[in-house]
C-alpha cells in the first residue's frame, strides 16, 4: 500500500487504512513493513478502534535520526515493525497518516501479519474477562468474602415452590442466597468480591436478583467498584424495583477511566463522585452535565497547604493547528488554592503552563477553553495547589524616636492571630497600648470629622470613602499620587494587553516564518532543480550529438574489425572449399547414376501400380465369382432339397406303381430328371474349376506384386 502527500488536497489530510473488526477476544503480535519519506512532515500512527470509537495507540514511527537506517534515496529499505495487540474486545486496527504539508513525503505500507504469539516472551498475556463467569454450580468460582464481614452469602439449591423461585439457570439449581436472619445486627454489610479485573478497559456486568421480605428496605443491594487495594470505592448500581420472589436481569456497562494521576508527587487523591461533596459549603451540588452524574474532585480539607495532585490525560497526537481543550471547574470553599493546566511534553523540566486559575470562585461552574500548538505527542496535566493556611498584615506608623512596625498574622484553619512588634512577638493589648501612645483612635474610624460630615461619609461608596479619607487626613499629594497610581495602572494594563498582543502576534509570527521557512526552502530548492534542468536541456543536443558520435565510431571500428575476421577466415576456409570443389566433381557421375536408377525406380513403381490395379481388378472378379458361387451354391442347396423332395416323391410314386400294377410306366419322366440333374452337377464343377483358376490367377499376382515391391 502506498500513500503520497501529493494526493493531499488541504493541510492535516489523514490516510486511514483499517482492518476488519475482530469478532472474539485476541492477542498476539502484528507485524508489518514500511517505508518513508520526509518523516518530519507527516505522522505514521498504528491505533487499535473500539466499537464505540474510542482510538488507542499502539505504535507511532519515529523520526529518521531515531532510526539507525540509512535514510538516503539510493539505499532506503523497508523497515520491520512488530506491535504487541491485546484485544479482550472487538477491535480494528488503523494504519493512520496525517500530512502537514503538500510535501510531506509519503509511506509505504506491506506484509501485514498477526501471529497469535506475543513479540516478546516477556510481554503479560491478554487478560480473558470470561473468568469473572459464574453460574454458581459447581461452587463460588472465583468469588469470595472478606474474614472482616459477616460471610452471610451462601449457595443454596431449591426446588421451585410458591415461596422461592429456584435458581434463573435451570430452576433446580444452585446460587447464591443472604439471608439478614443470619445476622445478628441490624443494618450490617456482607460483600462479595469478585475476581481482580484490569484497568483501563470496558466491561459489561450482567446478573439476576431477587428479594423477598425487603420490601420496606432501600438499595438493600448494590454493586461497588472498588480500585486496587485502597479503599477507595465507587457505587455503579443500587436496586430500586420493589418486585418480589421473581428474578430482575440487570446489565452494567462499566467503562474505566482514560486519565491517571500521577501517584509518585501527588498528596492527595482525585476522586469520582455524583451529587454534593462530602465537605459542608464547599464543591457543587452535582455534575454540570446533568445535575445527577459523575464528575471528579479533589478534597482540600485532606491535605496540607501547598500539597498538590495532578491529573494526567492519555498521550495525545501532536498538530501543527491550534488546538483547543476545554473543561468545567468549580472552586468553592476555603483553603482553595490554585489549578493549572500544563502541557507536559516528556521531557524534563520542558512543561508549559497553559492555564492558571486561584481563590475562590463562586458557586456556580465555569467553563474554561485553552488554546495550544504542539508538534509532537504529548500529554495535559491539570496541576491543583491547596491555597496558604495563614496571612498576614503589616503597617509601619511614623514614630520620632524610630517608626513602629505592627505586624498581624492570621491563622485559617482556626482564626487566630498572633501580634508582632518590629519583629518581635506581643500581645493584643501591648499592640493597642502603643498604638495608643500615638494617639491613634482605631475604635471609631470616624472621630475625627466633624459631625456634620458623618452622614456624607456614611452615604459614599468605597472608592468615595477611601478618596475622601486620602483628601483629609493625608497630605496634598497623596490623592493626586493615588490618581496618577490609578492612571499609572491603566496605562499598565493597556500595556500588559499590548505586550501580550505582541507577544501572541510575534508567536504567530514566528511559528508562520517558521512554516514559511519551509516553503522558502523548497522554493529554492525548485528553483535550483529548475536552473539546473534548464542548464541541462541547453546541455542535451550536445550530449546527444557527442554520444552519437561515439556509437559512430564504435560502429565503425566494429566494422573494420569484422572485415578483418571475415578476410582471415576465407583465407582459412580455402583449403576447405579447394576439397569441397573436388568432392563436388567426383559427386557428379553418382548424382548421374542416382538418377538413372531413380527414373527406373518411377518406371517399377508405375508398373507395379498397374500390376496392383490389375490385382485390384482380379480381385473385385473373384469378389463377383465368388458372390455368383455364393448363389449357386445356394440354388444347388435348393437343387438338391428339391431332388430329395423328387426322390420321396419317385420312392412313393414307385410303391403307389407296385401296388398298382395297372398304372402307366414313369421310367422316362424318371430319367429325364436325372438327366437334368447330371447336367446340373457338370455345370457346378466346371463353377467350382473356373474359381480354382481365379484363386491361382490371385495368388500368382499377389506374388509378382511382392516381389516388384
Not at 446478573?207 to 487495594?229: E, I, P
Not at 485559617?412 to 512588634?421: F, G, P, R
Not at 550530449?543 to 582471415?568: D, H, I, N, P, Q
Not at 458361387?629 to 406303381?657: C, P
Amino acid at each position: 500500500m502506498y500513500v503520497d502527500s501529493t494526493d493531499a488536497k488541504s493541510f492535516q489530510e489523514v490516510a486511514k487504512l483499517v482492518s476488519p473488526m475482530t469478532t472474539v477476544p485476541m492477542s498476539g503480535c502484528v507485524s508489518f513493513q514500511y517505508q518513508q519519506h520526509h518523516a518530519g512532515d507527516h505522522l505514521f500512527t498504528l491505533f487499535s478502534r473500539d466499537q464505540t470509537g474510542q482510538y488507542q495507540e499502539l505504535w507511532r514511527a519515529n523520526i529518521p535520526e531515531n532510526n539507525n537506517v540509512n535514510w538516503s534515496p539510493e539505499t532506503r529499505v523497508l523497515i520491520p515493525v512488530q506491535v504487541d495487540l491485546k484485544a479482550p474486545y472487538p477491535v480494528e486496527l488503523v494504519f493512520e497518516v496525517a500530512f502537514n504539508s503538500a510535501h510531506g513525503g509519503f509511506v509505504i505500507l506491506d506484509d501485514i501479519s498477526f501471529s497469535p504469539e506475543f513479540c516478546n516472551a516477556s510481554t503479560e498475556p491478554t487478560f480473558d474477562p470470561s473468568i469473572a463467569n459464574c453460574d454458581f454450580e459447581s461452587g463460588y468460582c472465583q468469588y469470595v468474602q472478606t474474614q472482616i464481614d459477616s460471610q452471610l452469602w451462601r449457595r443454596v439449591s431449591f426446588r421451585p415452590n410458591i415461596y422461592i423461585p429456584g435458581d434463573h439457570t435451570t430452576g433446580a439449581g444452585s446460587f447464591l442466597m443472604a439471608n439478614s436472619r443470619f445476622s445478628l445486627r441490624s443494618g450490617y454489610v456482607s460483600r462479595l468480591f469478585g475476581p481482580p479485573m484490569p484497568g483501563n478497559q470496558k466491561y459489561c456486568l450482567k446478573f439476576f436478583y431477587s428479594l423477598r421480605g425487603l420490601s420496606g428496605t432501600d438499595q438493600v443491594l448494590s454493586v461497588y467498584l472498588y480500585y486496587g487495594k485502597s479503599t477507595k470505592h465507587e457505587q455503579i448500581w443500587t436496586q430500586n424495583y420493589k418486585m418480589k420472589n421473581v428474578w430482575i436481569a440487570v446489565e452494567l456497562t462499566i467503562q474505566s477511566q482514560n486519565n491517571a494521576q500521577d501517584k509518585e508527587e501527588d498528596s492527595g487523591d482525585w476522586m469520582l463522585s455524583k451529587g454534593p461533596t462530602p465537605t459542608s459549603y464547599t464543591g457543587p451540588r452535582g455534575d454540570h452535565t446533568s445535575g445527577v452524574g459523575h464528575y471528579l474532585h479533589i478534597e482540600a480539607s485532606m491535605m496540607l497547604p501547598g500539597n498538590k495532585a495532578r491529573l494526567l490525560s492519555s498521550s495525545l497526537r501532536g498538530s501543527r493547528e491550534t488546538q483547543c481543550l476545554q473543561f468545567y471547574y468549580h472552586m468553592y470553599g476555603s483553603g482553595i488554592g490554585q489549578l493549572s493546566v500544563y502541557l507536559q511534553t516528556g521531557q524534563e523540566n520542558q512543561d508549559k503552563l497553559l492555564w492558571t486559575s486561584q481563590g475562590e470562585q463562586g458557586i456556580s461552574w465555569l467553563r474554561a477553553s485553552v488554546n495550544y500548538q504542539y508538534d509532537h505527542q504529548h500529554q495535559v496535566s491539570l496541576y491543583v495547589k491547596r491555597g496558604c493556611s495563614k496571612g498576614s498584615v503589616e503597617i509601619e506608623l511614623y514614630r520620632a524616636s524610630g517608626n513602629l512596625i505592627i505586624t498581624r498574622e492570621i491563622q485559617v484553619e482556626n482564626n487566630q492571630s498572633t501580634w508582632m512588634i518590629n519583629k518581635k512577638h506581643a500581645s493584643q493589648k501591648a499592640v493597642e497600648e502603643a498604638v495608643k501612645e500615638l494617639h491613634i483612635q482605631v475604635g471609631n474610624l470616624c472621630q475625627f470629622l466633624p459631625q456634620e460630615k458623618v452622614g456624607e461619609f456614611a452615604k459614599m461608596s468605597k472608592i468615595e470613602l477611601l478618596e475622601a479619607t486620602e483628601k483629609s487626613v493625608g497630605p496634598p499629594e497623596m490623592y493626586e499620587f493615588h490618581c496618577e497610581l490609578k492612571t499609572f495602572r491603566t496605562k499598565e494594563r493597556e500595556l500588559e494587553n499590548v505586550c501580550k498582543e505582541k507577544a501572541t502576534f510575534l508567536e504567530k509570527a514566528r511559528q508562520r516564518n517558521e512554516r514559511n521557512k519551509l516553503d522558502v526552502e523548497r522554493y529554492y530548492m525548485k528553483k535550483r532543480h529548475l536552473d539546473r534542468i534548464q542548464m541541462l536541456e541547453k546541455k542535451k543536443p550536445w550530449v546527444e550529438y557527442e554520444t552519437a558520435r561515439k556509437e559512430m565510431e564504435g560502429v565503425k571500428k566494429e566494422r573494420e574489425e569484422m572485415k578483418r575476421k571475415l578476410k582471415s577466415l576465407k583465407e582459412a576456409q580455402e583449403p576447405l572449399l579447394r576439397k569441397i570443389r573436388s568432392v563436388e566433381s567426383q559427386l557428379q557421375p553418382i548424382e548421374q547414376k542416382m538418377k538413372e536408377l531413380t527414373a527406373g525406380i518411377r518406371e517399377a513403381t508405375q508398373k507395379c501400380k498397374q500390376k496392383h490395379d490389375q490385382l485390384e481388378y482380379r480381385n473385385k472378379e473373384v469378389e463377383d465369382i465368388r458372390q455368383d458361387l455364393s448363389l449357386k451354391q445356394t440354388e444347388e442347396a435348393d437343387r438338391q432339397k428339391r431332388i430329395g423332395h423328387t426322390q420321396l416323391m419317385i420312392k412313393d410314386l414307385q410303391k403307389e406303381l407296385q401296388n398298382m400294377g395297372s398304372m402307366e410306366d414313369v421310367t422316362p419322366q424318371i430319367e429325364a430328371v436325372n438327366a437334368e440333374l447330371k447336367s446340373i452337377q457338370d455345370e457346378k464343377a466346371k463353377l467350382e474349376g473356373e474359381m480354382l483358376d481365379l484363386r491361382r490367377d490371385k495368388d500368382e499376382a499377389f506374388g509378382e506384386f511382392n516381389r516388384n515391391v
